[in-house]
Each structure stands twice: as C-alpha cells, then as structure tokens.
C-alpha cells in the first residue's frame, strides 16, 4: 500500500548536479523520517542524508556542503540536491523512510527501488 517512488537519477559529469526526488504514496498516518542511502558495487549501503519531520538533519562526512536534503511535507517528499558531484558518488541511491501507514498500523522502514546515479570524469 505505501510506495516510495524515485526519480532524478542518471548519468553526469563530475562537477554537475543532479536533484533526486522520492515521493511517498499511499495511506499514510505520520512519516517518522526520510532520507536517502547508496550502495556502490562491491560496497555496503551506506546513510547519504537523513531528515527527520521535525527538520533535523544528518549527513554523510562524504557529502556534507555538496549535498542538501530537504523535504515537503505536505506532498510526502524527500529531494536529495547533489552539486560538486564526483565519481565516488557513483552508486545506486535508495530512498528511505520511517513510516507509520494506517494498515497494519505500525511503524517501519520502507525502501524506493533506487536509482542509479553515474558521475563520469
């Protein structure tokens, strides 16, 4: 019933930006947290961004001053601005959000599908 639904990912020069957006749909009581992760081959996922509903923020030593999450609440939405992008930002990006839906009523994680995003030099 809850979906996370990426887009904004492909493929850019090192130096570009890109602006990735997750949407969450569905039958939604409270979203607790949204944010994003990537996972490079061969790596373990790793925490990008995080924002909680009460507007705090938690970043990656990697992406701090190039990356800016941000969220509208009203529409579900966490974006993801990525500028001063360089190649070891390369990897598939998941959404991610702590969501308490009306069915079953509990809260959990939910995951978007992710996005593949390619930084050429």
């Known amino acids: 019933q809850v979906q996370l639904v990426e887009s904004g990912g492909g493929l850019v020069q090192a130096g570009g930006s890109l602006r990735l957006s997750c949407a969450a749909s569905?039958?939604?009581?409270?979203?607790?947290?949204m944010g994003w992760y990537r996972q490079a081959p061969g790596k373990q996922r790793e925490l990008v961004a995080v924002?909680?509903?009460?507007?705090?923020?938690n970043y990656a030593d990697s992406v701090k001053g190039r990356f800016t999450i941000s969220r509208d609440n009203a529409k579900n939405t966490v974006y993801l601005q990525m500028n001063s992008l360089n190649p070891e930002d390369t990897a598939v990006y998941f959404c991610?959000?702590?969501?308490?839906?009306?069915?079953?009523?509990?809260?959990?994680?939910?995951w978007g599908q992710g996005t593949q995003v390619t930084v050429s030099l």
């Open positions: 924002r909680t509903s009460g507007g705090t923020t």
């Open positions: 569905g039958v939604i009581i409270q979203i607790n947290a």
């Open positions: 991610n959000a702590d969501i308490l839906p009306r069915f079953p009523g509990y809260s959990r994680t939910f």
